[in-house]
């Protein structure tokens, strides 16, 4: 693996929304418009998911959580898929539980997603360690990023 990306989502911890019925805790989703289960994967997507609309500039209105795609003929659901300006796939996100180490099996799963929407920039973290590369289909090859590209600014 390549460079990570120096990123303290637990800055956004204090927008997180939470609430408790019976014994358990909730969790909004901006983007959905409800509250899920509290699971630590969906702490960390809601983290990042904060952290691409305040820091990078994304609007709620081109993002999509949990985007059904097919994989070999398989149904799989995205964490979080951006689109750009023309509506056009561009950022894919994948999010792991903090305790779950980011790893190759990492990138091949979130490569499995991308050979149909074929995205401009490819972002996995645990909260912890972030990772994001562009793309190069013309070259079959990629580059590690230092920072997460914004919406107004692609080649920030």
């Given at each position: 693996m390549?460079?990570?990306?120096e ?7 204090k ?5 408790k019925?019976?014994n358990?805790p909730?969790?909004?989703?901006p983007?959905?418009k ?7 994967e969906e702490?960390?997507?809601?983290l990042v998911l904060?952290h691409?609309?305040?820091e990078e500039?994304?609007p709620?209105?081109?993002i999509?959580v ?6 070999n ?5 995205c964490d979080?898929l951006?689109?750009?300006k023309?509506?056009?796939p ?8 903090a ?7 990492t990138f ?5 997603y ?13 909260g912890l ?12 090859s990629y ?5 997460i ?7 920030k």
């Open positions: 390549s460079k990570k990306i990123l303290d989502l637990m800055v956004y911890k927008g997180i929304k939470l609430k019925e019976g358990k909730y969790i909004f989703d983007i959905r409800k509250y899920l289960v509290l699971q630590p702490f960390v997507r809601q904060l691409l609309m305040k500039e994304y709620q209105n081109r999509r949990e985007m059904m795609l097919k994989v003929e398989l149904k799989k659901r979080i951006i689109f750009d023309d509506l056009k561009y950022l894919l996100v994948e999010c792991k539980a305790n779950i180490k980011i790893t190759q099996d091949d799963q979130i490569a499995r991308n050979l149909s929407l074929e995205v401009k920039y490819l972002l996995v973290t645990n360690d972030t990772y994001c590369c562009e793309m190069d289909y013309e070259n079959s580059t590690f990023l230092d920072e590209p914004s919406f107004e600014h692609p080649n």
